[in-house]
């Protein structure tokens, strides 16, 4: 955390001491407490470090105007690694704490290991990128909410694109056979065998972790394939399309949001360039949007990374629905996530029953000169 928010978060903290309105039902404790769970090290803490940020500068934007009903917002924070067995702790830490509502996990399957315990605890949790269709179209979670869409409309996009747009005939679609990563990569092989214009040559897991996928590419070379989709992160997907490359498999290489992260390309580095993959909306004609960026770049001397867009409109969606709920009892706020529309980074949402923002959607991107520029 800057030194200068900070400050301005330890002000808000001190400013407790004063009674500043009279408590509200459903808001008993002295602070609104937001918890903020995901990768914040290991190799996807780029992911989840644009959260931690954007809900800083919401917690400090909300605290200067005096909180929620007098009430300050506390941030606790917490590390997953993005690993199942560790979000299970790290959703025990928090509901322990005593938080009110959760922006995470980053990670779809971080966030199914921890959803149960913030269930069972009575706590809502928003997601600003754990994509899994079953996360809301189970019915299992209703205290769960996410402001990106799932992963069957993030492959229905890159499918599409890979047939028309590309051309692709023959497509190898692999994964690294986690929660998100495999899901995605089942509904691109269903939409594909559907399409009746493409077919399936290769469908494979890797090894998230390996040192070397010359198995995996070689594969996809003998199958013939003329395009990839892969459906993982950017550790591994760095090093599929740099042994394409020192193989000379000169096909089109597809892959989600997982993979369209800045670190990718710092990591594959010129091997990236071509490079396609799918991501939130472009949202620059937003003022909002612009607003947070700027925001960012003000307090942080940096361009905001990974879903922070996202995130940033998770934050204001879970403190508006407490704010015009008046009470942090899951019930009350689930009701005003689904009632109430706030304006935020990603357009004006509200949420559906099953938890899923109404209103965004995904994009195609490409690595162009070091930097993914959106596909028009």
Same mark, same amino acid.
């Given at each position: ?116 315990? #913030? ?24 205290? +769960? ?33 986690? !929660? ?5 990569? $089942? ?42 989709? +892969? ?6 997907? *760095? ?13 089109? +290489? ?21 490079? #396609?993959? *799918? ?27 990974? +879903?922070? $867009?996202?995130? #940033? ?9 407490? $704010? ?7 019930? !009350? ?38 930097? #993914?520029?959106?596909?028009?």
């Amino acid at each position: 955390m800057q030194s200068g928010l900070k400050k301005k978060l330890l002000v808000a903290a001190v400013s407790l001491g004063f009674a500043m309105a009279a408590p509200v039902a459903g808001m008993a404790a002295d602070t609104i407490k937001l918890g903020v769970a995901g990768a914040q090290s290991g190799d996807l803490a780029s992911y989840g470090l644009p959260t931690v940020k954007a809900a800083e500068l919401v917690v400090a934007m909300y605290n200067a105007k005096g909180g929620i009903n007098g009430k300050m917002i506390e941030l606790l924070i917490e590390d997953d690694v993005c690993k199942p067995e560790v979000a299970t702790n790290t959703a025990t830490k928090l509901v322990t704490d005593g938080v009110h509502v959760v922006l995470g996990h980053i990670c779809s399957g971080a966030t199914k290991a921890a959803l149960p315990i #913030y269930k069972e605890a009575g706590v809502v949790v928003m997601s600003p990128s754990a994509t899994n269709p079953d996360l809301t179209q189970s019915g299992d979670y209703p205290n +769960f909410f996410r402001t990106i869409a799932s992963d069957d409309a993030q492959a229905q996009t890159e499918v599409d694109f890979a047939i028309n747009v590309i051309g692709a005939k023959k497509i190898a679609v692999i994964h690294d056979k986690g !929660d998100y990563g495999k899901g995605l990569a $089942e509904f691109a092989k269903k939409f594909i065998q559907e399409s009746g214009k493409a077919e399936v040559v290769l469908f494979e897991g890797v090894t998230p972790g390996a040192v070397d996928y010359t198995a995996i590419v070689q594969k996809i070379k003998r199958k013939g394939a003329d395009a990839v989709i +892969f459906g993982g992160y950017h550790p591994e997907a *760095s090093k599929i399309v740099s042994m394409m490359k020192k193989k000379r498999l000169k096909i089109t +290489f597809i892959s989600d949001d997982g993979v369209k992260d800045d670190t990718f390309i710092k990591v594959a580095g010129k091997n990236a360039e071509g490079v #396609y993959a *799918s991501g939130p909306n472009d949202n620059s004609a937003n003022p909002l949007s612009t607003a947070a960026i700027d925001a960012h770049k003000k307090e942080y001397n940096e361009d905001p990374g990974a +879903f922070f $867009e996202n995130a #940033y409109s998770a934050a204001l969606a879970l403190l508006n629905a407490i $704010e015009k709920a008046g009470s942090t009892d899951m019930a !009350d706020i689930v009701k005003a996530l689904q009632t109430e529309t706030v304006a935020t980074p990603v357009g004006n949402i509200h949420f559906d029953t099953r938890g899923d923002a109404v209103g965004v959607g995904f994009a195609m991107y490409v690595v162009k000169d070091g930097a #993914y520029v959106e596909v028009k």
